[in-house]
């Protein structure tokens, strides 16, 4: 009830202080935490429902549960869940390395793959895994000295400097390396130490109907019935550090691991989430939030709307095209649809309102307070160079989507470097081989291209452009539209003919017979030329100016988050996201955001089996499960009869999050975080606990699909199973017992 008088007063725009008291559920928190600072916390945390000291999540000593977190690759999350080196993350994290393992013959797509002993495990090159062994505060080694109005190009260069001499030092002293990053918008700096292994070898992958299930259509969405995990783990060299691959390395010894617990959850249970949150945008003006919400967003997602359309028409027809457009689908569609949820919290929260409100508060402050003389212009400053740059970004995004959207335009890039082969002035047969191996490099982007899709994107994405970007068309544009009586399709069908990089065939055959003077071919062809022009309006007219208005929105943006803490010296701010180690905790929790549909807060294998479409790509449920299902047959992890799959819960989390460890009160590992409700994707930049969850995998179903489904009853062995809610974990942190 009090619920929808408030979506009421908030859709009006009318925020009452009233309001913002009732907005707040307990338990829900906004907040992505460094965790060395959770000592501050600690009060809070316990109050929350927290069971264990906070200096066990995080030590100085190499104690804490930091040392069983890592960076898995390099956006997503994995937990370490054995003292043998085991990595869980979640199936699209692994979704990428197991592509370069699978096949026909081995399709770990169609099949899954679960190793039956460790020589089983197959290498992944270039994976890695980093781990955050310590984190300090280094500010007064980088900042020292350096007033806050210096303008951004001379402090960026001291603070380069300092930066690269501090890393230095921490390197040598530990033996490990360091990174410095900024945080809160550049007033403060951390340095990590990490240490990143190399030699990680696949575990156990789920066929795509259970670590996919749903797709794209059930992506950002609650309720969910994915088994978005997968399995990995770490080898080292003999002395347990980071080796490069070999047969013989032994699994890492791990001191630090998560128990795993499987007495479950019930709703307003605490948990917290460790891991990578990648971006947040929390404390920007509401100029900048405009131009997300009002320009970038709603371009992007006209201009996806159009190409997914196509790509979806065209994959339907063959499954040659399905093939080759899948994964790249699977990316275009994740930010077009979790864009299109931003836009609507940050619509229905009023966002920009509350801003707008807020900023009138900060200005009152801002103009008497008398020891930050910069504060009283920030936002003047703010509003007149974004004012100024809102044209320039509006076209640039058209530029970016809906051109360069265009994946020949976009290939036409590669004619540079053509260009430059003929340019050495090579002899005849180097030329030609020199040429026909940059044809060959290529060979990875014409294996997952179809020339008559990619015409259909053409012709509906320019389309757009030339409605929307009629003031701003590069010559060339304009030129082969009227050379074509104003018809875009003929226009398409020419430039898909003639164009030398519309197929690796064309392409082969022009290095196959190239002579010196060929260079006017690819300086004529109209991929090229297109491309050019965009680029060219690019770096004439857009790119350094965009570069300037960003530089200056950076420095004001600091000075912002500075006073903004000077003004409110009672709140605690969290530094936004940084793709660096965090901890957020809130509570598992349904969700009803406007009523009267309300979302349990867990999801069962009785649902997945309902959703059951033979027919469907995505909604196929495995012939084994299904039987498993049947039978009841959940071992050891069912629950009276049933089998949960996942839970949501309001902890605030971001992209890079995907595999973070969900814990619970005892820091005892209960799921795998993988994605948030459509609701609540704007909390990037607006975090409403009404509306937010995260999304994860229940830790009961990735051991029920380990042992039932995969057959790898071994691996469980390995682990740490804490059985009820009452018992503290047996070895979770055995070092500092
Ligand atoms: N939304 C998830 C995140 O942003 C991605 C989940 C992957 N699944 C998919 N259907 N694309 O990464
Ligand atoms: N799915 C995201 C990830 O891969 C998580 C999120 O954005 O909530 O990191």
Known sequence: MSLKINLISLLTG???FLACIMATPAGAKEGVWIPATLKAHEKDMRKEGLEIPVDQIYNENGTGLNNAVVLFGKGCTGELISSKGLILTNHHCGYGSVQGLSSTENDYFANGYFAKNMQEEIPCKGLTVTFIRRMENVTDRILTGISDTMKDAARDAIIAERIAKTEKEFASATHMDAQIKPYYEGNQYWVAITETYRDIRLVGFPPNGIGAFGGDVENWIWPRH??????FRVYAGADNKPADYAKNNPPYRADQFFAINTSGYKEGDFTMVYGFPGTTKEYISSYELKQVYSIIDPISIAARSRKLDVWTKHMAWTRENFLKYTSKRAGVA????????????LDVNNATGKKELYEKGFQKWADTVQDMPFAKNILTDMRK???KADALIRQDQYNKEAVLGVELIQQGSAAESLITCFRLGLPKEQLEDTLKKLAANMGGFYKNYDAATDKDVFISLL?????KCAAWLPEEFTTEYRAHNQDIVAMAEDVYSSSILASQDKLNAFAAAAKSGDSTKILADPAWLLYNAINTMRKEKITPFLKDYYTHMHYLDRLYMKAQMARDKKKDFYPDANLTLRVSYGKVKG?????????????????????DDSTSDIFKVPKKLKELY?????????????MPVAFIASNHTSGGNSGSPVLNKKGELIGTNFDRAYEGTMSDYYFDPNRCRNISVDIRYTLFVIEKFGGAGWLIDEMNIVKSQGTSPKSQ?????
């Open 14 to 16: 009318g925020m009452s």
């Open 226 to 231: 994915t088994g978005d995990f997968s399995m």
């Open 334 to 345: 994740n930010g077009w649809k979790k864009w299109q949820g931003e836009v609507r919290g």
């Open 385 to 387: 160079s974004a004012q």
């Open 463 to 467: 389309t757009l452009y030339f409605t």
């Open 591 to 611: 969700l009803d955001p406007e009523g009267p549909a309300t979302y349990s807060f867990q999801t069962r294998l009785n649902e997945v089996v309902a959703l």
């Open 630 to 642: 049947r039978k009841k047959d959940y071992g050891r992890w069912g629950v009276n009869g049933t």
């Open 733 to 737: 942190n055995p070092k500092s017992r």
